[in-house]
């Protein structure tokens, strides 16, 4: 009779351990999946902010300009002239679009972060109660 | 040299496992800001034959013949028509027309903006690589000892 017991015991944390495991295996593919996603978000944020520097400098050009100097803007490959005033508008309007959108990405990256910090807790907790179920076995 | 001997002992309080970590971290920046002063590099080099073209332009006169490179291989006669004016490639798809002063004055200014931008990488990149070489020899060190005393 004890010794069922003893059978029906080790089955249930034999069962126990795997599901640890198992669950410990899908919080790390998780972890995987951010840590991706982070690093493509680092990569967006990287292609704008050299993007608004771009734009900042070509800013600072046209503010060096008189009213009277001729712009022409590269479209395919044509150039077009256009108005001082125009560029300009065109140009800050751009650059509030990229200064918004780093900001949507800082914040994003911040989010993913947080969330990459409690999977990483909880993944060491799992390791843990593993470690700790293995020694229990291990001294029955 | 206080700094470097604070860093020195931080360094050497770390674990082996830490120590790994800061020379790898340190190389990757190494690497990153070495790979930024080539492309300044090659920038600067561009402004300077901009500049060289237009210090050429400057000197031939109106209805000069001249051969204009249509790809790498072909050329095609034609005549100078305006040699006092240029048109400056200012980014994101923007020309601005600027006399030949004006266009060697832009050229220089890039050009020193450059330069001073590489200085500031190259004393980040060498206190970087300085925190990575001692990190490296540490990290010799304290493996050394582990072997020795295993």
């Given at each position: 009779?004890?010794?069922?017991?003893?059978?029906?015991?080790?089955?249930?944390?034999?069962?126990?351990?795997?599901?640890?495991?198992?669950?410990?295996?899908?919080?790390?593919?998780?972890?995987?999946?951010?840590?991706?996603?982070?690093?493509?978000?680092?990569?967006?944020?990287?292609?704008?902010?050299?993007?608004?520097?771009?734009?900042?400098?070509?800013?600072?050009?046209?503010?060096?300009?008189?009213?009277?100097?001729?712009?022409?803007?590269?479209?395919?490959?044509?150039?077009v002239?256009?108005?001082?005033?125009?560029?300009?508008?065109?140009?800050?309007?751009?650059?509030?679009?990229?200064?918004?959108?780093?900001?949507?990405?800082?914040?994003?990256?911040?989010?993913?972060?947080?969330?990459?910090?409690?999977?990483?807790?909880?993944?060491?907790?799992?390791?843990?109660?593993?470690?700790?179920?293995?020694?229990?076995?291990?001294k029955? | 040299?206080?700094?470097?001997?604070?860093?020195?002992?931080?360094?050497?309080?770390?674990?082996?496992?830490?120590?790994?970590?800061?020379?790898?971290?340190?190389?990757l920046?190494?690497?990153?800001?070495?790979?930024?002063?080539?492309?300044?590099?090659t920038?600067?080099?561009?402004l300077?034959?901009?500049?060289?073209?237009?210090?050429?332009?400057?000197?031939?006169?109106?209805?000069?013949?001249?051969?204009?490179?249509?790809?790498?291989?072909?050329?095609?006669?034609?005549?100078?028509?305006?040699?006092?004016?240029?048109?400056?490639?200012?980014?994101?798809?923007?020309?601005?027309?600027?006399?030949?002063?004006?266009?060697?004055?832009?050229?220089?200014?890039?050009?020193?903006?450059?330069?001073?931008n590489?200085?500031?990488?190259?004393?980040?990149?060498?206190?970087?690589?300085?925190?990575?070489?001692?990190?490296?020899?540490?990290?010799?060190?304290?493996?050394?000892?582990?072997?020795?005393?295993?």
């Amino acid at each position: 009779m004890n010794r069922r017991r003893s059978e029906l015991r080790n089955a249930m944390s034999s069962s126990n351990l795997r599901d640890l495991q198992r669950e410990l295996e899908n919080k790390a593919n998780d972890l995987s999946k951010l840590q991706k996603e982070i690093a493509k978000n680092h990569q967006m944020r990287k292609k704008y902010t050299v993007q608004l520097g771009e734009n900042e400098l070509v800013l600072k050009e046209l503010d060096l300009l008189k009213d009277d100097a001729n712009v022409y803007k590269l479209i395919g490959p044509v150039l077009v002239k256009q108005d001082l005033a125009e560029a300009n508008a065109n140009v800050r309007k751009r650059i509030e679009y990229i200064s918004a959108e780093l900001k949507r990405l800082d914040a994003t990256v911040q989010d993913l972060e947080e969330k990459q910090n409690s999977k990483k807790d909880t993944i060491l907790k799992l390791q843990q109660r593993i470690q700790s179920f293995q020694a229990g076995k291990g001294k029955a | 040299m206080a700094t470097s001997a604070g860093s020195w002992k931080g360094l050497e309080r770390m674990s082996v496992e830490q120590l790994k970590a800061v020379k790898e971290q340190g190389d990757l920046e190494v690497n990153l800001l070495q790979e930024s002063l080539s492309n300044i590099r090659t920038a600067t080099t561009r402004l300077e034959i901009a500049s060289s073209a237009l210090n050429d332009l400057s000197l031939r006169p109106q209805g000069n013949q001249i051969l204009v490179p249509l790809t790498a291989s072909l050329y095609v006669p034609a005549t100078l028509h305006d040699s006092q004016h240029v048109l400056v490639d200012v980014g994101t798809g923007y020309f601005i027309q600027k006399t030949m002063p004006q266009g060697k004055h832009y050229c220089d200014r890039k050009i020193n903006l450059l330069k001073s931008n590489f200085d500031q990488l190259l004393e980040v990149a060498s206190k970087k690589k300085n925190v990575a070489d001692e990190a490296g020899v540490i990290l010799q060190a304290k493996l050394k000892q582990l072997e020795s005393s295993s």
